[in-house]
């Protein structure tokens, strides 16, 4: 259908719309209009995706001069690909509609192990060997190689890429992933550099946050993109976490023994190489010494390794003397190396500033700031230089280098923490130096700084004014939208005490509590003989599961509860876990149907949707806080409490909750789905944590659904799964939740819509 | 770790957990006894190399690699001499040169490579240079500045938040049973009725707050003079080196105007110029304004740019 949204042409692929997904166009246009950032929050299932997709296509067909391209970031590469289907859906309707045939280019990427061709390379599994064998098939100096010594292999999809790919730009269309390696595959190109190559020029680029948030990657892939972009973050309910990791650094004995053989491979390459090519050397040295950029003289296949501070942050000066030669430069990073073991070697935990560690490896092994902050550059060169094809053996020296250059860069919003061995396990010496950054503003600020819009949007994002505040910017609009509904298909339910009135909830005190636990169980076993097919139950971590588990099995529960269902297990492996997942799904699509506990913030509370009968009800045993005695968090914590203003328990509730409203959003995927959302725990009733979660959920939970008895919640289940039951068509959404084009042009309509947005 | 052990008498960390290794100059280790035993005179040869030592330069070893340890001896040393700081150079590419030539020499010194002519080298420069050296010996580099003021920065904050929430703890606390204390006494011995009572404690409590929130002040430590310079920096006294230079020269402007020459100020009215000019009014002069220098300016005006140039 065709919309007019606020003035613009929207072609919308379906023929119908839900009012929501109007609201949010309107707010999306707003957004763009004043070329500004947003924070958006709509509940999942409800067709964000196809709604960003057509205001932004329809805004830069209309407007080609003000928004010139769109990136559309997501977390993983389902997720990519449903993002292209979606917009594969939407071109074909624009040709359909205005007959002329299409012009614009959009296409995924993803990393060289998704997109690589090369019958050899391709089948490695490691995404970093994948990489590595890449850069020794196609890095500058091998293919400089073959040219004299043809019996050095190279990768003929690059070479043929590179003889032509570059000046026949890619017909216009619509590419995933593979897509890209069918069009590789039958010109023989290398569909990654390809894709690299294309994005430049593509309309709409598909692809994780980690090109445009981590400093490594983000300088090779995202660096000449428009400043007229809209950058959209899809499910960014964990960016401030995505951003941390990627400017954090973990040390461990391991990687720093590792570390020691690289040093002595570049010594042993060093010394060979200035037997027999002395000249390179030299001509390295020369470059150093004139402070030439290196950046014009490589090209795209050996920038490998990429600083990892923000482009703002590097010193645009000469090396320092001190590092120029190559065997200065080894020595350097052996002093480096042997202070870092002897600071591995301790047997109490330290936590200190960037600065006291400077002053600290000054006084101890005489290294400047500068220097160091030199490091990963002068590594690079230094690699390249020695031609080391094999760069993947390389990480752990690289890691060090990283770390050298960020802590001699940033002085503030880092911490350094020396572990002498784990929490869990106090008699087994395992140091580990963490050099954690807390300021997720760091990573993405270059971003909001770069491009004119930056959305930010997912089902889970509430409280909506956190999210600008720890990740410092200022937004334009910021509104959370709910779900208009038909009929109420989703009942959230606070279970709060057992049948013998003994609270429930997995409070530290009483968590162990034989009471506490056995209702837990009695919860489950009351649930699984109601409820039809499947139930998803989440823990709050993997030891409390096992705990419990254990313990209902004493008691005979589980027993009892596989009399109704069978029972899958998630475990912290991942290949343990998709075949769990698996026969879930089997179980479920025959029979009695089957219960899953996992555990919040692993792999199926982030990323697996259990749409329909996959899960009729959730269940959250406890509030999934953080484990708070691990140090970094205290850091990061005390961090955001001095330079935010924001409270350790308001930061440690908005966690949890937004961890407990992704788990039990996992349930309700659409507007004919239904399912229970059940709490068990009674400081789900207090006001600070309830009004934490996402406004849809909020609005469904009645002063009579809080702190209920197991007896409570089974009635009021068995009540509302009888009410699902009933069928449901279509036409009992049409004019409330789902709505044709007229019905949409209605006055009255127009006027609902405009509440369902609500600013923050 | 375990692994390293003396190499005379072969014990190993392993082993004896308490065993302290030591380094000299040479690079060498020897564990804690064996050096007591072998260095009873206070002097005697390594027994790996033979090079002459003194058991008073043995050090405890601190890294893994003993190589490192005497490299970061001899550097402290080669440092104390080679002391220049960025500044001391006109250009970056010179401090730079410096910077490798420094690194050449502890690289020489370390490897054993022509020590005696290093050697020379050093003293040979500490001889030309002993202003600077002996200048330069009070003074941190600018990065080292940057770092301790960042340092100290870091610790007057964690003292500021450490008062601030200690004083928030003892104000609560005293608010608390004074309060509580003003009741009892008030319901004790006052006619009034409870809850008028306890109403009126409840004002003056709300009171009491807003009192304390005032008082409560951020006093910050003074920690810089007026003139900007840190307490507790270190200021060399050393002479400043004198630098000699052509002295400078005034030379008057001359401007070009292609035009006739201007008549000065004091001619205007002899010429006439005057007439066709407003006469200041007293209070016009009274900012020492004349009628002579706007027509100056405006004869400058006119004349200027006649010629063809």
Same mark, same amino acid.
């Given at each position: 259908?065709?919309?007019?949204?606020?003035?613009?042409?929207? +072609?919308?692929?379906?023929?119908?719309?839900?009012?929501?997904?109007?609201?949010?166009?309107?707010?999306? *246009?707003?957004?763009?209009?004043?070329?500004?950032?947003?924070?958006?929050?709509?509940?999942?299932?409800?067709?964000?995706?196809?709604?960003?997709?057509?205001?932004?296509?329809?805004?830069?067909?209309?407007?080609?001069?003000?928004?010139?391209?769109?990136?559309?970031?997501?977390?993983?590469?389902?997720?990519?690909?449903?993002?292209?289907?979606?917009?594969?859906? #939407?071109?074909?309707?624009?040709?359909?509609?205005?007959?002329? *045939?299409?012009?614009?280019?959009?296409?995924?990427?993803?990393?060289?192990?998704?997109?690589?061709?090369?019958?050899?390379?391709?089948?490695?599994?490691?995404?970093?060997?994948?990489?590595?064998?890449?850069?020794?098939?196609?890095?500058?100096? &091998?293919?400089?190689?073959?040219?004299?010594?043809?019996?050095?292999?190279?990768?003929?999809?690059?070479?043929?890429?590179?003889?032509?790919?570059? %000046?026949?730009?890619?017909?216009?269309?619509? +590419?995933?992933?593979?897509?890209?390696?069918?069009?590789?595959?039958?010109?023989?190109?290398?569909?990654?550099?390809?894709?690299?190559?294309?994005?430049?020029?593509?309309?709409?680029?598909?692809?994780?946050?980690?090109? $445009?948030?981590?400093?490594?990657?983000?300088?090779?892939?995202?660096?000449? #993109?428009?400043?007229?972009?809209?950058?959209?973050?899809?499910?960014?309910?964990?960016?401030?976490?995505?951003? &941390?990791?990627?400017?954090?650094?973990?040390?461990?004995?391991?990687?720093?023994?590792?570390?020691?053989?690289?040093?002595?491979?570049?010594?042993?390459?060093?010394?060979?190489?200035?037997?027999?090519?002395?000249?390179?050397?030299?001509?390295?040295?020369?470059?150093?010494?004139?402070?030439?950029?290196?950046?014009?003289?490589?090209?795209?296949?050996?920038?490998?390794?990429?600083?990892?501070?923000?482009?703002?942050?590097?010193?645009?000066?000469?090396?320092?003397?001190?590092?120029?030669?190559?065997?200065?430069?080894?020595?350097?990073?052996?002093?480096?190396?042997?202070?870092?073991?002897?600071?591995?070697?301790?047997?109490?935990?330290?936590?200190?500033?960037?600065?006291?560690?400077?002053?600290?490896?000054?006084?101890?092994?005489?290294?400047?700031?500068?220097?160091?902050?030199?490091?990963?550059?002068?590594?690079?060169?230094?690699?390249?230089? $020695?031609?080391?094809?094999?760069?993947?053996?390389?990480?752990?020296?690289?890691?060090?280098?990283?770390?050298?250059?960020?802590?001699?860069?940033?002085?503030?919003?880092?911490?350094?923490? &020396?572990?002498?061995?784990?929490?869990?396990? !106090?008699?087994?010496?395992?140091?580990?130096?963490?050099?954690?950054?807390?300021?997720?503003?760091?990573?993405?600020?270059?971003?909001?700084?770069?491009?004119?819009?930056?959305?930010?949007?997912?089902?889970?994002?509430?409280?909506?004014?956190?999210?600008?505040?720890?990740?410092?910017?200022?937004?334009?609009?910021?509104?959370?939208?709910?779900?208009?509904?038909?009929?109420?298909?989703?009942?959230?339910?606070?279970?709060?005490?057992?049948?013998?009135?003994?609270?429930?909830?997995?409070?530290?005190?009483?968590?162990?509590?034989?009471?506490?636990?056995?209702?837990?169980?009695?919860? #489950?076993?009351?649930?699984?003989?109601?409820?039809?097919?499947?139930?998803?139950?989440?823990?709050?971590?993997?030891?409390?599961?096992?705990?419990?588990?254990?313990?209902?099995?004493?008691?005979?529960?589980?027993?009892?509860?596989?009399?109704?269902?069978?029972?899958?297990?998630?475990?912290?492996?991942?290949?343990?876990?998709?075949?769990?997942?698996?026969?879930?799904?089997?179980?479920?699509?025959?029979?009695?149907?089957?219960?899953?506990?996992?555990?919040?913030?692993?792999?199926?509370?982030?990323?697996?949707?259990?749409?329909?009968?996959?899960?009729?009800?959730?269940?959250?045993?406890?509030?999934?806080?953080?484990?708070?005695?691990?140090?970094?968090?205290?850091?990061?914590?005390?961090?955001?409490?001095?330079?935010?203003?924001?409270?350790?328990?308001?930061?440690?509730?908005?966690?949890?909750?937004?961890?407990?409203?992704?788990?039990?959003?996992?349930?309700?995927?659409?507007?004919?789905?239904?399912?229970?959302?059940?709490?068990?725990?009674?400081?789900?009733?207090?006001?600070?944590?309830?009004?934490?979660?996402?406004?849809?959920?909020?609005?469904?939970?009645?002063?009579?659904?809080?702190? #209920?008895?197991?007896?409570?919640?089974?009635?009021?289940?068995?009540?509302?799964?009888?009410?699902?039951? %009933?069928?449901?068509?279509?036409?009992?959404?049409?004019?409330?939740?789902?709505?044709?084009?007229?019905?949409?042009?209605?006055?009255?309509?127009?006027?609902?819509?405009? %509440?369902?947005?609500?600013?923050? | 770790?375990?692994?390293?052990?003396?190499?005379?008498?072969?014990?190993?960390?392993?082993?004896? !957990?308490?065993?302290?290794?030591?380094?000299?100059?040479?690079?060498?280790?020897?564990?804690?006894?064996?050096?007591?035993?072998?260095?009873?005179?206070?002097?005697?040869?390594?027994?790996?190399?033979?090079? !002459?030592?003194?058991?008073?330069?043995?050090?405890?070893?601190?890294?893994?690699?003993?190589?490192?340890?005497?490299?970061?001896?001899?550097?402290?040393?080669?440092?104390?001499?080679?002391?220049?700081?960025?500044?001391?150079?006109?250009?970056?590419?010179?401090?730079?040169?410096?910077?490798?030539?420094?690194?050449?020499?502890?690289?020489?010194?370390?490897?054993?490579?022509?020590?005696?002519?290093?050697?020379?080298?050093?003293?040979?420069?500490?001889?030309?240079?002993?202003?600077?050296?002996?200048?330069?010996?009070?003074?941190?580099?600018?990065?080292?500045?940057?770092?301790?003021?960042?340092?100290?920065?870091?610790?007057?904050?964690?003292?500021?938040?450490?008062?601030?929430?200690?004083?928030?703890?003892?104000? %609560?606390?005293?608010?608390?049973?004074?309060?509580?204390?003003?009741?009892?006494?008030?319901?004790?011995?006052?006619?009034?009725?409870?809850?008028?009572?306890?109403?009126?404690?409840?004002?003056?409590?709300?009171?009491?707050?807003?009192?304390?929130?005032?008082?409560?002040?951020?006093?910050?430590?003074?920690?810089?003079?007026?003139?900007?310079?840190?307490?507790?920096?270190?200021?060399?006294?050393?002479?400043?080196?004198?630098?000699?230079?052509?002295?400078?020269?005034?030379?008057?402007?001359?401007?070009?105007?292609?035009?006739?020459?201007?008549?000065?100020?004091?001619?205007?009215?002899?010429?006439?110029?005057?007439?066709?000019?407003?006469?200041?009014?007293?209070?016009?002069?009274?900012?020492?304004?004349?009628?002579?220098?706007?027509?100056?300016?405006?004869?400058?005006?006119?004349?200027?740019?006649?010629?063809?140039?």
């Amino acid at each position: 259908m065709k919309l007019n949204i606020d003035g613009l042409l929207v +072609y919308f692929p379906y023929d119908y719309i839900y009012p929501e997904q109007y609201s949010y166009m309107l707010e999306l *246009k707003r957004t763009l209009d004043a070329k500004g950032h947003g924070v958006l929050e709509m509940p999942s299932g409800t067709g964000k995706t196809i709604s960003l997709l057509s205001l932004i296509v329809a805004y830069q067909k209309a407007y080609p001069l003000e928004v010139t391209k769109l990136v559309y970031c997501s977390r993983t590469v389902p997720e990519i690909e449903k993002v292209v289907e979606e917009l594969r859906k #939407l071109m074909d309707y624009y040709a359909r509609q205005t007959e002329t *045939k299409n012009d614009f280019l959009a296409l995924a990427l993803s990393s060289r192990k998704n997109l690589c061709i090369h019958p050899e390379v391709s089948s490695l599994r490691f995404g970093k060997e994948v990489d590595g064998k890449c850069h020794s098939l196609t890095a500058s100096y &091998i293919r400089a190689q073959h040219h004299s010594n043809p019996s050095q292999p190279v990768c003929q999809f690059y070479e043929k890429f590179d003889a032509v790919g570059r %000046q026949v730009p890619i017909p216009p269309g619509i +590419y995933n992933l593979d897509d890209l390696k069918d069009f590789g595959r039958r010109k023989g190109w290398c569909p990654y550099f390809l894709a690299r190559y294309a994005i430049l020029h593509a309309n709409i680029v598909v692809y994780s946050y980690h090109y $445009l948030l981590d400093p490594k990657i983000a300088d090779l892939v995202s660096k000449e #993109l428009a400043k007229k972009s809209v950058v959209v973050f899809d499910e960014a309910h964990n960016i401030d976490n995505v951003c &941390i990791d990627s400017m954090s650094v973990n040390i461990t004995r391991r990687t720093l023994d590792r570390c020691q053989t690289n040093v002595e491979t570049l010594q042993n390459t060093i010394s060979r190489i200035k037997e027999t090519d002395a000249a390179k050397l030299r001509e390295e040295y020369r470059r150093l010494v004139e402070g030439l950029k290196e950046a014009n003289v490589a090209r795209e296949t050996d920038i490998y390794l990429s600083n990892p501070v923000l482009p703002d942050e590097i010193l645009q000066e000469a090396v320092p003397g001190s590092i120029r030669t190559a065997e200065h430069f080894v020595g350097f990073i052996k002093r480096f190396l042997e202070y870092l073991k002897a600071r591995l070697r301790i047997h109490h935990v330290v936590q200190e500033s960037a600065p006291q560690f400077l002053k600290d490896i000054y006084e101890k092994v005489c290294i400047d700031r500068k220097p160091l902050r030199f490091c990963a550059e002068r590594l690079r060169s230094l690699l390249r230089t $020695l031609e080391i094809a094999d760069i993947a053996d390389f990480s752990p020296i690289t890691l060090i280098s990283h770390f050298a250059t960020l802590v001699s860069t940033y002085s503030k919003g880092f911490t350094i923490i &020396i572990e002498p061995f784990e929490d869990k396990t !106090p008699t087994i010496a395992n140091p580990v130096l963490h050099f954690s950054c807390m300021d997720p503003s760091i990573a993405i600020k270059p971003v909001f700084g770069r491009f004119q819009s930056v959305i930010i949007t997912s089902g889970t994002l509430s409280p909506l004014d956190i999210y600008p505040r720890i990740l410092d910017f200022r937004p334009v609009t910021m509104a959370s939208f709910t779900m208009t509904l038909a009929r109420t298909c989703l009942c959230p339910l606070i279970v709060g005490r057992g049948n013998d009135q003994v609270a429930m909830t997995s409070k530290f005190e009483t968590r162990e509590d034989f009471a506490v636990i056995r209702n837990y169980g009695n919860l #489950l076993l009351e649930m699984s003989a109601i409820v039809p097919d499947g139930i998803v139950a989440f823990f709050t971590s993997y030891i409390y599961m096992e705990n419990i588990v254990a313990s209902w099995y004493e008691q005979g529960i589980l027993e009892n509860i596989q009399r109704n269902k069978l029972i899958f297990i998630e475990t912290q492996d991942a290949a343990e876990t998709s075949m769990a997942l698996e026969k879930y799904q089997e179980a479920c699509e025959n029979g009695r149907g089957a219960i899953l506990l996992s555990v919040a913030r692993g792999k199926v509370s982030e990323g697996i949707d259990f749409v329909h009968h996959f899960g009729r009800a959730v269940i959250m045993f406890g509030v999934p806080y953080v484990y708070t005695q691990s140090r970094i968090l205290k850091a990061r914590l005390e961090y955001l409490r001095d330079q935010f203003q924001i409270r350790e328990n308001d930061f440690l509730t908005f966690d949890a909750m937004r961890h407990a409203a992704q788990c039990v959003g996992r349930a309700i995927r659409g507007k004919t789905d239904y399912g229970l959302m059940i709490f068990a725990d009674k400081r789900y009733a207090r006001a600070d944590k309830r009004g934490k979660l996402p406004r849809w959920i909020q609005e469904h939970l009645t002063d009579g659904s809080l702190n #209920l008895t197991i007896d409570e919640t089974v009635q009021l289940s068995k009540h509302f799964l009888r009410q699902m039951a %009933q069928p449901f068509r279509q036409e009992d959404q049409l004019g409330l939740s789902l709505l044709t084009l007229e019905q949409l042009q209605s006055e009255d309509m127009l006027q609902k819509i405009a %509440q369902i947005a609500q600013q923050a | 770790m375990d692994d390293q052990g003396c190499p005379r008498c072969k014990t190993t960390k392993y082993r004896n !957990p308490s065993l302290k290794l030591m380094v000299n100059v040479c690079g060498h280790t020897l564990c804690e006894s064996c050096v007591e035993m072998l260095f009873v005179r206070g002097s005697g040869n390594c027994v790996q190399c033979n090079t !002459p030592l003194r058991k008073s330069n043995f050090r405890v070893q601190l890294f893994e690699d003993p190589a490192i340890d005497k490299e970061v001896e001899i550097r402290k040393k080669v440092l104390k001499i080679y002391n220049k700081r960025e500044f001391d150079f006109s250009t970056l590419k010179e401090y730079n040169d410096y910077l490798e030539q420094v690194e050449d020499i502890v690289f020489n010194l370390t490897n054993n490579i022509d020590v005696e002519g290093t050697k020379q080298i050093m003293e040979q420069y500490q001889r030309d240079n002993k202003d600077i050296i002996q200048k330069n010996k009070a003074k941190l580099t600018r990065e080292q500045e940057e770092l301790e003021e960042l340092l100290l920065q870091e610790q007057q904050d964690s003292e500021q938040r450490r008062l601030e929430t200690l004083q928030e703890e003892q104000r %609560q606390l005293q608010a608390k049973r004074k309060s509580k204390q003003a009741l009892l006494d008030e319901l004790e011995s006052s006619k009034l009725p409870a809850a008028v009572l306890l109403a009126q404690h409840k004002d003056r409590a709300a009171q009491l707050e807003t009192q304390i929130e005032k008082q409560k002040q951020n006093v910050k430590p003074a920690n810089i003079f007026s003139t900007g310079i840190m307490m507790g920096q270190t200021v060399s006294f050393a002479s400043v080196s004198r630098v000699e230079e052509v002295l400078y020269v005034y030379q008057p402007l001359f401007i070009d105007t292609y035009g006739p020459p201007v008549p000065g100020l004091d001619q205007l009215g002899r010429l006439g110029y005057l007439n066709h000019v407003r006469t200041a009014s007293p209070q016009d002069q009274a900012g020492g304004y004349t009628s002579g220098l706007a027509c100056h300016r405006a004869i400058q005006d006119a004349f200027s740019g006649l010629f063809p140039s």
